[in-house]
């Protein structure tokens, strides 16, 4: 069923309430309702929403395309392990030196707290002794290090088998004589190598009494002889020590707590 247009209803309801009008005012009235109908409008509270919702897209547009361009950052790192400089004569974490060596004798402890390593027993190692082919001393140096004097022995081949033991006093026998040898200090230890020889390659003092060393006064060898080389160290107090092999150049170490 076709509904009639709102205009002609409101005519039709016009005519029927009021009276009849002025020939001039009733066709005025007629000319304008029968003009074009006027264009609807959109209700504001719809434009309005309209209006809201594409803000709302255009804001989430734009915050995703930032988040997406962004470059991911990687957390920021600590700084790296600093590399330090070893000394070479660093003692090494599994020395070859062995506690409680054949021949050895006890000796009292320091006053201080013993260092990891270190020991007041008697300790040996090193390779199998070869009298009929001994390696060459080249130099014998000591010195102080932190928490130590540190005394070595160098060779030009592998460190043969040694002993390092702890004495009561400094007075040594010297070989082949047999004659007393005293050092500086009232306790000691004698140093073995067993294998090795100084004669023809060790040019150095066969006596050394550095300065500023507070335990390891003085360091004399006391022994060349058939292949076994001897040296004794004259401490100034009984003192718990480190012996062992290190290679580049071939080295005897020996530290003694301070």
Avoid: K
């Avoid at 395309?65 to 660093?90: K, L, Q």
């Avoid at 320091?110 to 001393?137: D, H, I, M």
């Avoid at 014998?140 to 702890?166: K, N, T, Y």
Wanted: aromatic share 6%; charged share 15%; proline share 10%.
């Amino acid at each position: 069923m076709r509904r009639r247009p709102l205009r002609d209803e409101l005519r039709d309801v016009f005519d029927d309430l009021s009276e009849p009008a002025h020939p001039a005012l009733s066709a005025r009235i007629r000319e304008r309702m029968a003009g074009p109908p006027p264009s609807p409008r959109t209700p504001r509270l719809a434009v309005a929403v309209a209006l809201v919702t594409a803000a709302v897209l255009v804001g989430s547009l734009v915050f995703f395309s930032r988040h997406a361009a962004a470059p991911r950052t990687s957390p920021a790192g600590g700084p790296g392990p600093t590399v330090g400089t070893v000394s070479p004569e660093a003692p090494t974490p599994a020395p070859t030196a062995v506690a409680g060596g054949p021949g050895g004798t006890g000796a009292t402890p320091s006053p201080g707290a013993t260092l990891a390593g270190f020991t007041c027993a008697a300790q040996s190692g090193g390779g199998a002794a070869n009298a009929a082919a001994p390696v060459g001393v080249t130099a014998v140096r000591l010195g102080a290090q932190s928490g130590f004097d540190r005394f070595v022995i160098e060779l030009d081949g592998p460190v043969p088998h040694f002993d390092v033991a702890p004495q009561a006093g400094a007075t040594f026998t010297q070989d082949a004589s047999g004659a007393r040898v005293t050092l500086r200090g009232s306790a000691g230890l004698l140093v073995t190598l067993r294998g090795a020889r100084s004669a023809g390659t060790y040019t150095g003092p066969a006596d050394l009494r550095p300065a500023g060393t507070p335990v390891l006064l003085e360091a004399g060898q006391v022994g060349d002889f058939e292949g076994v080389v001897h040296w004794g160290l004259g401490l100034s107090h009984a003192a718990c020590f480190h012996a062992y092999t290190l290679a580049g150049p071939s080295r005897l170490v020996v530290d003694v707590q301070t």
